[in-house]
């Protein structure tokens, strides 16, 4: 598969890992490596569903979980790639290609958020996480969100509660709240 790959035959590559699978299932970096050859092909599903895999068998394997969050990150589930970061970063917390990987998500993440377009897209992706739904119920962070409407300067208060801060970050990254800074 690794040959295959080198030579930009990606196709092949799939068929080899997928073989070297049938004989050995329980390599993680072979999942990895095919999920890398999904990526290549745009076949983002499959790609998270091997990274997943490579995890399930290797929960310390940071490459899996960086292409993990890149796929996340080109399906606009940035909630989930942030989460993805995180989980690698909390193993491997001085890792450099993590820690640009996580500020360039962030930078992307912002950039939406100042250009006031909706991405509808992102939108749809953030409404399938459950996380987010759970916060968009959220009687308490709905109750902040009208306080910060009514008074921006008052609700400032609330901002420093580390689990209302994280809400709403959460929220503002998955795209369902405009944050404007000032």
Known sequence: ??????????????????????????????????????????RWYEALADCDEALKRDPKFIRAYSRKAQVQTFLKQYPQAMKTYDQALAIDPANQDLLESRDHLMQTVMEKQSSGQVDEEQIREAAKDPEIRALMQDPTIANVLQEMQRDPVGAQKFLKDPKIMGAINKLAVAGVLRVQRG
């Open 1 to 42: 598969g690794n040959a295959f790959f080198q030579e930009g035959k990606f196709p092949e590559a799939v068929a080899a890992y997928t073989e070297s699978l049938a004989r050995n299932p329980e390599d993680p970096r072979v999942y990895s490596n095919r999920a890398a050859c999904f990526i290549k092909l745009m």
